[in-house]
């Protein structure tokens, strides 16, 4: 099977300015998680979707958006970028079926990530 | 703010030699797992303890958990230059089913 891909790969933004990235999980996959990792806060959790609804959220500013659609696939978006915006952002899917749960009950597969720049 | 903390920051040693890391927690826990990050690879899930468990293997991995210290070890033996990576403990708390990481142990294994 194809592992986690993420889309783009790097990205340089103008601070203001709004980015969306992309994730695509394994196939069969239905929970998609999301992460922010920078050298001060180290990986903190965003939120997670399954089934096209957000099931669990992390502690971050409603600047922080995403979504799932039907085939699994997610998208987050940032709005009006600061600079400590710029961080890896990680994507990860796992094979969780129940429709209680989240990303700390089961083995994540994670994506390369999205390494995000702000000027 | 970070649930678990790993113990030690860094860690360097030669190839063959053992690695041992620690982490602890602060509240009761569904779980912990352990990942590896390293730049070739990103991130790669190594074990998941659940708290009714004390230890699990898994190749040259070994992963104890001590529910009333709150902490946990992992173990590598006869370590690789490969090994050399950054090792993160997750916990997922009993009553939460978010997925925290702390700071992590970097390891670096000598030729």
């Known amino acids: 099977k194809a592992g986690v891909t993420q889309t783009p790969r790097y990205l340089i933004k103008t601070r203001g300015q709004q980015v969306t990235l992309s994730c695509s999980p394994i196939?069969?996959?239905?929970?998609v998680s999301w992460y922010q990792q920078t050298p001060g806060q180290g990986l903190q959790f965003l939120f997670e979707y399954f089934s096209e609804t957000q099931r669990n959220k992390g502690n971050f500013p409603g600047r922080f958006s995403g979504r799932q659609f039907s085939n699994s696939r997610s998208e987050m978006n940032v709005s009006t970028l600061e600079l400590g915006d710029s961080a890896l952002y990680l994507c990860?899917?796992?094979?969780?079926?129940?429709?209680?749960?989240?990303?700390?009950?089961?083995?994540?597969?994670f994506g390369p990530g999205t390494r995000l720049t702000v000027t | 703010s970070q649930q678990g903390e790993e113990d030690p920051q860094a860690l360097s040693i030669q190839e063959g030699e053992n690695a041992t890391m620690n982490c602890s927690y602060k509240t009761s826990i569904n779980n912990l797992q352990w990942y590896r990050q390293n730049s070739g690879r990103g991130l790669v899930h190594l074990i998941l303890?659940?708290?009714?468990?004390r230890e699990k293997h898994s190749g040259r991995l070994r992963v104890t958990l001590d529910t009333s210290k709150k902490s946990s070890s992992l173990l590598i033996t006869a370590s690789r230059a490969a090994d050399t990576a950054s090792y993160f403990c997750?916990?997922?708390?009993?009553?939460?089913?978010?997925?925290?990481f702390g700071a992590g142990t970097t390891v670096t294994v000598r030729a």
């Open positions: 303890i659940r708290s009714n468990e």
């Open positions: 990860a899917s796992s094979t969780e079926t129940g429709l209680a749960g989240g990303p700390g009950l089961y083995e994540q597969y």
């Open positions: 196939s069969g996959h239905r929970s």
């Open positions: 997750a916990t997922a708390l009993s009553n939460d089913y978010k997925l925290s």
